[in-house]
T-cell receptor, first 116, second 113 residues
Framework: DTEVTQTPKHLVMGMTNKKSLKCEQH?????MYWYKQKAKKPPELMFV???????INESVPSRFSPECPNSSLLNLHLHALQPEDSALYLC???????????????FGPGTRLTVL | QKEVEQNSGPLSVPEGAIASLNCTYS??????FFWYRQYSGKSPELIMF????GDKEDGRFTAQLNKASQYVSLLIRDSQPSDSATYLC?????????????FGSGTQLTVLP
């Protein structure tokens, strides 16, 4: 199984709503990532979890709150978002370790978020 | 100077031709390099990665790395209309660690039937 799944596929929310994005992988990967991608731009890293611990936070506003309940799951909790937060949110996972074959990141299909 | 630079294109090639996508990087600490293909409205799909100088071939795709020139390329042989997409070049410091990818801005490729 080389698949990263994300739910929901689409999400429309108001600025006062609270919602969560979910990501799941069963490849035994111990690193998971959240990226944000705006139209015609490359993915922009938000957070990295390594062995279920937050290892990188790219100065993301606190209205985005990540959570890694276990090695297969990654959540992104959303609260009080702004219209400019509308984007494609991508989850990725990878192995962690030395040597070849341990560094590729595999992306999920993404959640298309619209903030009204 | 951006860490990873790509020609944004668009690059158009006729069906059956070789498409050549280029990428340069500025950080000599970058050790591994990745090519992703992204169709419009979809997520990036890993095509190849390379970390040693030279060529690496996989089917119609060949990745090339020249660390001295800080240059990475992707060749697509026998290009098909289904190859039309944006191609993202990415670098990473370290081989096995959970480090972030640094993406170029992508090259839009169109293969004309």
């Amino acid at each position: 199984d080389t698949e990263v799944t994300q739910t929901p596929k689409h999400l429309v929310m108001g600025m006062t709503n609270k919602k969560s994005l979910k990501c799941e992988q069963h490849m035994g990967h111990r690193a998971m990532y959240w990226y944000k991608q705006k139209a015609k731009k490359p993915p922009e890293l938000m957070f990295v979890y390594s062995y279920e611990k937050l290892s990188i936070n790219e100065s993301v506003p606190s209205r985005f709150s990540p959570e890694c309940p276990n090695s297969s799951l990654l959540n992104l909790h959303l609260h009080a978002l702004q219209p400019e937060d509308s984007a494609l949110y991508l989850c990725a996972s990878s192995q962690v370790g030395q040597g070849t074959g341990y560094n590729e990141q595999f992306f999920g299909p993404g959640t298309r978020l619209t903030v009204l | 100077q951006k860490e990873v630079e790509q020609n944004s294109g668009p690059l158009s090639v006729p069906e059956g031709a070789i498409a050549s996508l280029n990428c340069t990087y500025s950080d000599r600490g970058s050790q591994s390099f990745f090519w992703y293909r992204q169709y419009s409205g979809k997520s990036p799909e890993l095509i190849m990665f390379i970390y040693s100088n030279g060529d690496k071939e996989d089917g119609r795709f060949t990745a090339q790395l020249n660390k001295a020139s800080q240059y990475v390329s992707l060749l697509i042989r026998d290009s098909q209309p289904s190859d039309s997409a944006t191609y993202l070049c990415a670098s990473k410091k370290g081989i096995g660690s959970a480090r972030q990818l640094t993406f170029g801005s992508g090259t839009q490729l169109t293969v004309l039937p």
